[in-house]
């Protein structure tokens, strides 16, 4: 296992490590470790026992759920400068998702052990925590609604808004038609249907296997219209 080699003045800069009073941020960062892991590397095991949080510094991942019957869910996109694998550090449960590297990642993994330690003994650090995983709690809650209460259509122009980045003026849209369709709970082909009809009408187009977002604005308005319950600006959820 390699060694963290990481600045820790950066460190210091992520929320979770930033509460910590320096003899705590002294003892986690030599407990810290870093490890890296390739595109679709499976960093996280469903069942497995929860024994540390990972902290991405590069890449992303998904969050999954199995239905044991060869179907998953993509309950989360996780990017740079977040954690993940929290659940079960608290209360000693298996973990119910899987996690895998949807890009080559760079990962701080931080004992569970080291880590109680330290938000047991620094409520700013409990709350940072707490805060993040609140938040996705929330988020998970509208993304049941939005599989409830949108149809297809609504729930892909979603998922190619909520997974796409700015790239030189351009939405570029990082995932396929089969994430997409993990993430919105339909099948692949009729996601590719959407997906054809909505390069059509010139909502969207193709470059090579990545999709571009012409008219995000007309993909947002399709979403908004199946169903009410639009998210709060991001500083009203803390």
């Known amino acids: ?25 002294g003892t986690l960062l030599a407990a810290l470790q870093h490890r890296s892991f390739p595109a679709r590397t499976r960093i996280i095991h469903a069942g497995e026992n929860a024994d540390g949080l ?16 060869g179907r998953e869910l993509i309950a989360a996109s996780v990017g740079p400068n977040e954690f993940f694998g929290e659940v079960g550090l608290f209360d000693g449960r298996a973990r119910a998702a899987s996690v895998d590297a949807t890009e080559p990642c760079e990962i701080l993994y931080v004992p569970r052990k080291v880590l109680l330690d330290c938000v047991e003994h ?18 998970a809650y509208r993304k049941m609604a939005g599989l409830a209460l949108s149809d297809v259509y609504g729930r892909v122009a979603r998922a190619l808004l909520d997974t796409g980045r700015e790239v030189e003026g351009e939405w570029m849209v990082d995932i396929g038609s089969e994430q997409v369709a993990a993430m919105v709970g339909a099948s692949r082909e009729m996601v590719s249907r959407v997906v054809k009809d909505m390069i059509a009408k010139g909502l969207v187009r193709r470059l090579k296997r990545k999709l571009i977002v ?23 959820r803390h």
Do not use: C
Not at 122 to 139: E, H, I, P
Not at 214 to 234: F, K, T, V, Y
């Open 1 to 25: 296992m390699v060694r963290l080699s990481y600045n820790p003045n950066v460190l210091r800069s992520f929320a979770l490590f930033s509460a910590l009073t320096d003899s705590q941020f």
């Open 122 to 139: 620094n409520a700013a650090a409990a709350m940072s925590m707490l805060r993040t995983v609140t938040d996705r709690l929330d988020d």
């Open 214 to 236: 012409i008219d995000r604005l007309s993909l947002a308005h399709r979403s908004d219209r199946d169903h009410h319950i639009a998210a709060p600006p991001h500083h009203e």
């Open 54 to 69: 990972y902290v991405l510094i590069a890449g992303r991942v998904k969050v999954i759920f199995h239905d044991g019957d």
